[in-house]
């Protein structure tokens, strides 16, 4: 069966330093991946989309990376502000136009 | 970005009504919204895809005359949640997806609803 993992529920980090969020699935051909930013009550905010033929895509100091043969994706946050907590979401598209979201992972930034 | 409207942001209703939950598209055309179900500390499921002008796609394991959908134009589709009862409480979310742009959604703010 598809499945989407995310490397862990919670993960606290100290501001400043680089957060490094992992999406691995299984079962799953995207040709591209997303990640959203989801805080408390709030519905998930687009952040980046890389595709299969990409290595890496940047955003401000937004990074992720993209390993079709492991199946994996990272998705890393430079320089970390408190503003930065919040729980990230990697996405795939499933085969009908329909989006299956990872279990998420909860980010603290510790000021 | 694009913006995606809903209504009601929380309602509280008892055991056995219905409720609708209104999704809306308020700068672009839709064909496609999704509608998503969140517990608490839990990621987002999908529960079924709707499509303007046809029957709503339905992800496994969801009942389709438990939550109906209606997508009646190219900026508006509902959810209703038939006879309610309190495991039914949950966040309810939408999305669309502009077509005009890169393929991600744009979600709504979610409708937190109570059974009692």
């Known amino acids: 069966s598809q499945k989407i993992e995310q490397n862990s529920e919670a993960l606290n980090i100290q501001e400043g330093k680089t957060a490094t969020l992992t999406c691995n699935y299984t079962?799953?051909?995207?040709?591209?991946l997303q990640w959203y930013r989801q805080d408390p009550g709030r519905g998930p905010v687009f952040l980046l989309l890389i595709r299969e033929n990409e290595k890496e895509k940047r955003k401000e100091r937004l990074k992720v990376t993209f390993d079709t043969t492991l199946k994996q994706s990272l998705f890393h946050i430079t320089a970390s502000q408190p503003a930065d907590s919040a729980t990230y979401l990697c996405?795939?598209?499933?085969?009908?136009?329909?989006?299956?979201f990872g279990t998420g992972t909860s980010l603290t930034v510790i000021p | 970005g694009a913006v995606v409207s809903q209504h009601p942001s929380r309602v509280i209703c008892k055991s056995g009504t219905s409720v609708k939950i209104e999704c809306r598209s308020l700068?672009?055309?839709?064909?496609?919204m999704f509608w998503y179900r969140q517990f608490p500390k839990q990621s987002l499921m999908l529960m079924a895809t709707s499509n303007e002008g046809s029957k709503a796609t339905y992800e496994q394991g969801v009942e389709k005359d438990k939550f109906l959908i209606n997508h009646a134009s190219l900026t508006l589709s509902t959810l209703t949640v038939t006879s309610a009862h309190p495991e039914d409480s949950s966040f309810y979310i939408c999305?669309?997806?502009?077509?005009?742009?890169?393929?991600?959604?744009?979600f709504g703010p979610g409708t937190r609803l109570t059974v009692l």
């Open positions: 999305s669309a997806r502009d077509l005009r742009g890169i393929n991600e959604q744009f």
């Open positions: 079962n799953y051909s995207p040709a591209y």
């Open positions: 700068d672009f055309q839709a064909t496609t």
């Open positions: 996405a795939l598209e499933g085969t009908g136009n329909q989006f299956y």
